[in-house]
């Protein structure tokens, strides 16, 4: 089993459901690009969501190359953008990648985005396949890879929705 996978996909999964967030309400992420003093508009931040999650489902589906390079550039656009952000004293206001408002990009978002976007770096120079195949490599017919997958997703969110709350309560 590679111990990329389970990071890899769990990258893809989130990749999907920032995206279709995005999709269904994209002013939250005009707000944030604008108060970065970066151009956006909905269709502009809509595109970008119907990206990411293409992105995200090519790389469960198909597995490639191209799929993983693109879960590693958006990754690390996100980190440029929160990085960019804070540095030019931007309202640090949600994205809306998991569809909170009151969620504020931090250094955690920094931290984390920058390592999936290492993750789907090292896929790209080494592909995993997609999941058919990888479920289909795996022991217990790969049900310990979606478990770890769900977990990695799960903590990520977690840290990425919960942790900025806490730290603003504080």
Do not use: W
Not at 1 to 16: H, I, K, N, R
């Amino acid at each position: 089993m590679d111990p990329l996978a389970g990071p890899f996909l769990a990258s893809a999964v989130l990749l999907v459901a920032a995206g279709g967030a995005k999709v269904a309400d994209p002013l939250p992420l005009v707000r944030a690009l604008r108060s970065a003093r970066l151009p956006a508009n909905r269709s502009l931040v809509r595109a970008f969501a119907l990206l990411e999650v293409g992105l995200g489902l090519s790389a469960v589906l198909v597995g490639s190359r191209v799929a993983a390079a693109g879960i590693a550039l958006s990754y690390a656009a996100f980190t440029g953008f929160v990085m960019l952000a804070r540095r030019r004293g931007g309202v640090l206001a949600s994205c809306g990648c998991f569809g909170k408002a009151d969620t504020p990009p931090t250094t955690i978002h920094v931290i984390t985005t920058g390592a999936l976007a290492v993750v789907g770096a090292a896929v790209a120079v080494r592909p995993l396949g997609n999941l058919p195949d990888l479920l289909s490599a795996q022991p217990g017919g790969g049900l310990p890879l979606l478990i770890a997958t769900a977990a990695v997703a799960g903590t990520a969110y977690l840290v990425l929705s919960l942790l900025p709350m806490l730290a603003v309560a504080r």
